[in-house]
């Protein structure tokens, strides 16, 4: 038998697979973002319409393409005949559940409009379509003002630097308050808001949105002024001191901050009348950024953010260009992370590709700018960048992508080995359309999803009945935990551990040895060696790596094991005895010895809430949070009301919810939003 073959250990570490750099800071490879430009370029906008439910912003979507020309009749979210709402689901429910594209031209720039979902379910969709967007309209209802899910979504914008421009919309329903409405949106949205239109007649029929005209008028164009003197040193000399900003001064002055974020335009109007819609186009062509000039010329990079699934069983991917071109019948590499945090590389070919906006398909590039639907790659899933790796290629500035704090485990209706497979395969066919689903099989052999809340359920259900004919039943949604190592633990076994020519004390042919050690907050799982370059065959060492993935999906807790830098520190094998199964089942073994040694610690996830009370319940409320781990950072009195602001461990959230309307006799506001994750206290901590 040959001698048995260890490499020996070096330094320093290599990292074959390197961490996914934070995007919340930066923008990937330093690509300039929107805090540095100071003018619109580019003929084509991309823009993403978002609003709390039910504010009208499909009806608005409809209400741009219809005055805009690019559809000939206006749809009715009601009657289930809008553009963007063309799943059955969605015209059935009268809800966007999935993100959807269509294209106007106006004043020679081709707009592309992103309709996103409203209801706080569905928020990594609307996160994942910010960030292929240039701008956004933010829509409100003129009746119910800054809802919660408003300023989620305000924030959301801020943190992604995307220019942004207000509608408020249902001025002619009654109740409309526009009067009032400013200055609630400038105490809760945003505190720059400049009004560039005021109404008249509100809550009738007959309300109509005036705008404001700085080019005739003096005193519109001071009232601008004075807005803008808030953000602008230079322009409250102006206005202090004179002369006078002239209409030009004003609008590229105008145009500059918006760009860069430290005002919002703020339109009033009616998705219904359609008063107000042509001003909000020409702040959408004038005011809100296109392309950077240059960026055609660059490597290609885009990125995959919307999927369509044809009857065929082909794949129509949405992409965003950032860079560079794509062509047809052009080979491109396309990458993604895996749920283990790997990344992965595929390659295929473009069959053919549409550019938005264009009246048909025909053989064409999609260049820098533009949003295409490029069919032909096989495989491709929502959220793969197309081109340069994701981690090293320009981009927007990157929002993380709020994670699921929910779990359920589904089963077909009628139970079946065959029924159970067609289930699992379907699930998994949807998470290529939503990648945090993160369909998973579980020993017993049904298949757990994550979620972001109840809704998301329903939405599943409807969706495997009517695409797949299956009914499925889901088991009560629980909050997923995770475990992180709080120490460094080593584990090593190898051949030759009962004498010469023997195998490892676990029975198996093969040397190896793990060192687990924490890494940075959400770096995910990282898998470096030490051990010498070519000491195994390629195929031992993949089992190594993806056996450490694997093993970590079940910490000592029984939660998946993130955040952690695991390392293999020796090697070894015999040949032609060492299998790729040997190391299989090794590596796992030392996982998990490894992980006793490091310890881990629980974490669970958090809520960040924002509530509004009456002041009188005061003391009930906090009196019924502290018991729960929550946490008050913040009080804010306003007459007879109280917003409180603070942090609650996730699992609780629907008991809060239910004990309010009794603490406030139904008088609570409450929003929530996840929020990272802190230590678990004992009741969470062990996986049930």
């Known amino acids: 038998m040959p001698a ?51 504010a009208g912003k499909t009806s608005l979507t409809e209400r741009l393409l219809y005055d805009t020309g690019a559809i000939d009749t206006l749809g009715s979210v009601d009657a289930g005949t809008t553009r963007t709402d063309s799943d059955a689901l969605e015209r059935r429910r009268g809800i966007t559940v999935r993100s959807a594209v269509a294209s106007f031209t106006a004043r020679g720039t081709r707009v592309n409009l992103i309709d996103t979902p409203g209801h706080a379910d569905f928020v990594a969709e609307v996160e994942r379509a910010l960030e292929v967007l240039d701008g956004a309209v933010l829509v409100l ?81 001071a009232e601008i002024a004075e807005a803008l003197a808030d953000v602008d040193d230079v322009l409250l000399a102006r206005v202090v001191d004179g002369p006078p900003l002239s209409p030009d001064e004003l609008r590229t002055a105008l145009a500059g901050h918006t760009v860069r974020g430290t005002v919002q335009p703020l339109y009033f109007g009616s998705a219904l009348t359609g008063e107000g819609i042509e001003r909000l186009v020409a702040g959408i062509t004038e005011l809100l950024p296109g392309t950077p000039d240059g960026a055609a010329g660059g490597a290609p990079h885009g990125r995959v953010f ?18 560079g071109q794509l062509e047809p019948r052009r080979r491109v590499t396309y990458h993604r992370r895996s749920a283990e945090g790997t990344r992965q590389e595929h390659t295929g070919r473009i069959s053919s590709l549409q550019v938005a906006g264009d009246p048909a398909p025909r053989a064409q590039r999609l260049v820098a700018g533009e949003i295409g639907r490029v069919r032909g790659l096989t495989g491709i899933r929502v959220g793969d960048t197309v081109g340069a790796p994701g981690d090293d290629a320009p981009g927007p500035a990157g929002v993380r992508l709020a994670t699921p704090v929910l779990q359920s485990v589904v089963r077909p209706a009628q139970p079946g080995p065959d029924a159970t497979a067609r289930l699992h395969t379907a699930l998994t066919l949807m998470a290529e359309e939503d990648p945090l689903l993160h369909a998973r099989a579980e020993p017993d052999g049904a298949t ?14 409807a969706t495997l009945a009517e695409r797949y004919g299956i009914e499925a039943v889901f088991e009560p949604s629980r909050v997923v ?97 060492s299998t790729a199964a040997d190391f299989r089942g090794l590596t796992r073994l030392l996982v998990a010895r490894a992980l006793d040694r490091a310890g881990t610690c629980v974490y669970e996830p958090y809520h960040a809430f924002e509530l509004e009370i009456p002041l009188a319940a005061l003391h009930r409320v906090t009196g019924a949070l502290a018991p729960l781990g929550g946490t008050v950072t913040d009080t804010v009195t306003a007459g007879a009301v109280c917003t409180l602001t603070g942090a609650l461990p996730a699992r609780h959230v629907p008991r809060v919810r239910q004990m309010l309307p009794g603490l406030t006799r139904g008088e609570a506001l409450w929003w929530s939003r996840p929020a990272g994750e802190r230590p678990a206290s004992p009741g969470a901590s062990e996986h049930p």
């Not at 260890?6 to 690509?31: F, I």
């Not at 757990?448 to 599943?460: A, D, T």
């Open 4 to 54: 048995p073959r260890e490499g020996r250990r070096t330094a320093p570490a290599r990292t074959p697979h390197a961490p996914a750099a934070s995007r919340e800071d930066r923008r990937p490879g330093g690509a300039p973002d929107n805090s540095t430009r100071t003018s619109s370029t580019g003929t084509t906008r991309n823009i993403g319409i978002v609003a709390h439910v039910d």
């Open 141 to 221: 209802s003129a009746v119910e003002g800054v809802q919660p899910q408003t300023r989620v979504l305000m924030r959301t914008l801020r943190q992604m630097r995307l220019p942004t421009l207000l509608f408020v919309n249902k001025i002619d329903r009654p109740g409309a308050r526009p009067g009032e409405l400013v200055a609630e949106i400038r105490r809760k949205l945003a505190p720059h808001a400049v009004p560039l239109s005021r109404v008249q007649a509100a809550g009738s029929s007959g309300a109509r949105a005036l705008p404001l005209r700085p080019q005739d008028d003096a005193a519109d164009r």
């Open 306 to 323: 919307a999927l369509e699934r044809e009857p065929s069983g082909g794949r129509t991917a949405y992409v965003r260009m950032f860079t």
């Open 448 to 461: 757990s999803v994550l979620l972001h809340g109840e809704v998301q359920k329903e939405i599943i259900a």
């Open 481 to 577: 935990c995770r475990e992180r190592p709080v120490g460094v633990g080593e584990a090593a076994d190898g051949i030759g551990a009962g004498g010469r020519y023997t195998p490892a004390a676990s029975g198996h042919w093969a040397t190896v040895g793990l060192r687990v050690e924490p890494g940075p907050h959400g770096s995910g799982v990282v898998f470096r060696y030490e051990t010498e370059l070519g000491a195994l065959p390629y195929a031992f060492h993949r089992a190594v790596e993806e056996t450490v993935h694997e093993a970590l999906r079940t910490g000592p807790h029984g939660w998946a094991v993130t955040d952690c830098v695991v390392t293999l520190i020796r090697s070894g094998f015999a040949g032609p005895v």
